[in-house]
């Protein structure tokens, strides 16, 4: 994968959502850890559809944002965060996987409780998309408990297709969930 397609803070995009407000899709920067720490705690707190069931602490984010900020530098990592009002309210990732499997990438997305069903979860997904394909990449992939249908229909309308799943990949609350795998394929845009 060609080094960083998006830096610490530079904006990719500014995106208008169905309530009326500007949504910033940009790179992460270190400024973010405590907006980071409360998205992801927020997603926790509320038994979100997620396999992170811990939340984290301000260390541990820290430890975790270092990592990420040095493997977006190295090219091994497209990541955005969605910032709305001067705040990080979701976040999008995608990992590229190594060796024989380094055109594939692995795509995580969440957006927070009070800012969902606004289009943010969509735009978000369709810049990771975009800058994956300018990346290189060929394939992504993705895992999402059977039981999102939000997030299983976001994914189809973004392109992507179930290809199996994991049945009772997840056990939460004494129930088992299956884990269902979808993927697409990222082909050249048509001149
Ligand atoms: C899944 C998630 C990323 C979707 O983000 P979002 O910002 O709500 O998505 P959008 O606003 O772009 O909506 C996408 C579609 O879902 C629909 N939708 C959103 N919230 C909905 C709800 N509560 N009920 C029914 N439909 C809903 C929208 O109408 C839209 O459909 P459309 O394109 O046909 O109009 C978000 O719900 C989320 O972060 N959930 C918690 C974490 C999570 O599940 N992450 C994914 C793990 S695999």
Redesign the pocket.
């Known amino acids: 994968m060609p080094k960083p397609t998006i830096k610490p803070g530079q904006v990719y995009s500014r995106v208008s959502l ?1 309530n009326r407000e500007t949504a910033t899709l940009r790179g992460p920067k270190w400024d973010d850890l405590d907006d980071l720490t409360e998205y992801i705690n927020g ?1 926790v707190e ?1 038994h ?3 396999t992170k069931t811990e939340k984290v602490t301000r260390e541990s984010e820290a430890e975790w944002l270092g990592q990420r900020l040095a493997e977006i530098e190295n090219g091994r990592m497209i990541h955005l965060v969605a910032e709305v009002r001067g705040k990080v309210v ?1 976040a ?1 990732e995608v990992s590229q996987l190594p060796e024989e499997r380094s055109h594939t990438g692995y795509l ?6 009070g ?11 369709q810049a990771l998309k975009e800058l994956s394909k300018k990346a290189g990449m060929k394939i992504l992939i ?4 059977a039981t ?4 299983l ?3 189809e ?1 973004i392109g992507f297709k179930e290809v199996g799943r994991i049945p009772k990949g997840i056990y939460r609350n004494g129930k088992y969930i299956d884990l269902v795998r979808m993927t697409t394929e990222l082909l050249p845009n048509k001149s």
Not at 108 to 113: C, E, H, L
Not at 142 to 145: G, M, P, V
Not at 148 to 151: G, W, Y
């Open positions: 169905a997603l509320e979100a559809n997620i979701g999008g995580g997305i969440g957006i927070s409780k800012h969902r069903g606004q289009g943010l979860g969509t735009a978000l997904m993705l895992d999402a408990f999102n249908k939000v997030a229909n976001l994914y309308k």
